[in-house]
């Protein structure tokens, strides 16, 4: 009972704190990206029973097209019950819970109570997780909890479990195909065979699938997207050696926040896909510790530092490594938030907009920034102003101060680009809105 109670409370009070932190967060209109309300636009159209179309992408685009996601379809029916931008937000929450009560119940487990817990804390505050929730939703909040129930398998040896938990991991993102071929090899390794070949193959067939029969299937392009990100201009080798300090620091953190006991398990080698295509792709918010690239690495690295801990002992030693590394790392980090005042209190601007997205009718289209995208995708036919293409909406919304992609001038803007004539229905803080007569 012990491990469940200890695994219980860190993902209760890491539940609780994320929850707060992400929904503080987007109640201030702070500016992250596009993605959350990429998310909802697909969600809510399978809430519908319909195709995932994502206006924001493009009008009538279908985000199947774009990544390859289809577990983001399990979201629907809580959405379908409770439509918005916090159901994402507190769905990641929960499957990052559920990740660390795994990793923190496999480790009180092997390790006993003080140690088993530390390493749990240590992995609910670790960059990747505070990444993540900081970045707002993704796909890849579900292969996170996946990756820790194969982790703790493996550790237990559990090696059937091992399999049945990765092989979902195909329905999560499409790079996550080539994992499952990884684990695959590592069942072969300790002598699996059997069970190593069928895990992976059933990775390769699910990332060939992806990758070459449905995204471009599926895109207007006939081709995958994200194929010229590889290497991007200046070639394959030239994009892999950009920014050694960046790279090499999001690799060293990644262990260090193990004390590098992770470093002493075959399990590390579950991570070695994530970085090789994150490295050779020519986008340079890749290669760091931010954002949410580095979520599915946090159950591999901490299942694989119990392991080794639990087989060889005497490397408990290593674990004040990375409660110093942690340490360091908190500083300035999301989590700190929560003991600023600023946090909880509602901001001028964040004011403004709220009282500029009510006065746009339900359903109406609206055409606006990244700033105030995610707050108007639910109740209206929501586009980017990057992506509209040869729409023309009924409203146009912009945060001229703060907005990615905003007019100085909204309302003249509308009449250049869209034809006019076009009238302000609302301008405080900066949070302009005009309305096509």
């Given at each position: 009972m012990r491990p469940r109670l200890v695994g219980g409370a860190v993902a209760t009070v890491s539940a609780v704190a994320y929850g707060v932190l992400a929904l503080r967060h987007h109640a201030r209109f702070e500016v992250r990206s596009?993605?959350?309300?990429?998310?909802?636009?697909a969600i809510a159209g399978y809430s519908r029973l319909a195709a995932p179309v994502v206006d924001v992408k493009g009008p009538g685009f279908n985000i199947?097209?774009?990544h390859f996601s289809p577990v983001t379809a399990l979201v629907a029916p809580v959405y379908r019950l409770f439509p918005g931008p916090r159901t994402l937000l507190l769905t990641q929450v929960?499957?990052?819970a559920w990740a660390l009560y795994v990793v923190t119940a496999l480790a009180v487990r092997r390790l006993g109570s003080p140690l088993g817990a530390v390493v749990g804390v240590?992995?609910?505050?670790?960059f990747g997780v505070q990444s993540a929730i900081d970045a707002e939703f993704h796909e890849v909040a579900f292969a996170a909890p996946l990756l820790a129930l194969a982790g703790a398998a493996w550790v237990e040896r559990r090696y059937t479990a091992v399999a049945a938990w990765s092989v979902p991991l195909v329905l999560v993102k499409e790079d996550l195909g080539i994992t499952v071929m990884v684990i695959g090899a590592l069942l072969w390794w300790v002598g699996e065979r059997r069970l190593g070949v069928l895990t992976a193959v059933a990775g390769l067939v699910g990332f060939v699938v992806a990758v070459f029969v449905v995204l471009p299937g599926v895109n207007d392009a006939g081709a995958y997207a994200y194929t010229g990100n590889l290497g991007g201009e200046t070639g394959l080798l030239d994009t892999v050696l950009a920014e050694p300090g960046t790279k090499l620091g999001a690799l060293v953190l990644t262990f260090a926040i193990t004390g590098f006991a992770a470093l002493w398990s075959r399990w590390v080698l579950v991570v070695v896909p994530t970085f090789l295509w994150r490295f050779a792709g020519d986008v340079p918010t890749y290669w760091g510790i931010e954002w949410h690239y580095s979520l599915v690495l946090?159950?591999?690295v901490f299942c694989a530092a119990v392991e080794a801990i639990d087989r060889a002992p005497r490397l408990r030693w290593l674990v004040p490594v990375g409660v110093g590394v942690s340490a360091l790392l908190l500083v300035g980090s999301p989590l700190r938030e929560l003991a600023s005042p600023e946090l909880y209190r509602d901001t001028p601007r964040a004011a403004a907009a709220r009282e500029a997205i009510a006065l746009l009718p339900p359903g109406a289209s609206v055409e606006t920034d990244i700033a105030l995208l995610s707050h108007v995708v639910t109740d209206h036919q929501a586009y980017w102003t990057g992506t509209i293409g040869e729409v023309t909406p009924e409203y146009v919304l912009f945060d001229t101060r703060v907005g990615i992609g905003s007019p100085l001038e909204p309302t003249t803007w509308a009449e250049n680009v869209h034809g006019g004539p076009w009238t302000t229905v609302y301008s405080d803080e900066g949070i302009v809105l005009a309305k096509r007569e």
């Open positions: 596009w993605d959350l309300a990429i998310f909802e636009q199947l097209g774009d929960v499957l990052v240590l992995c609910a505050t670790s946090m159950p591999v």
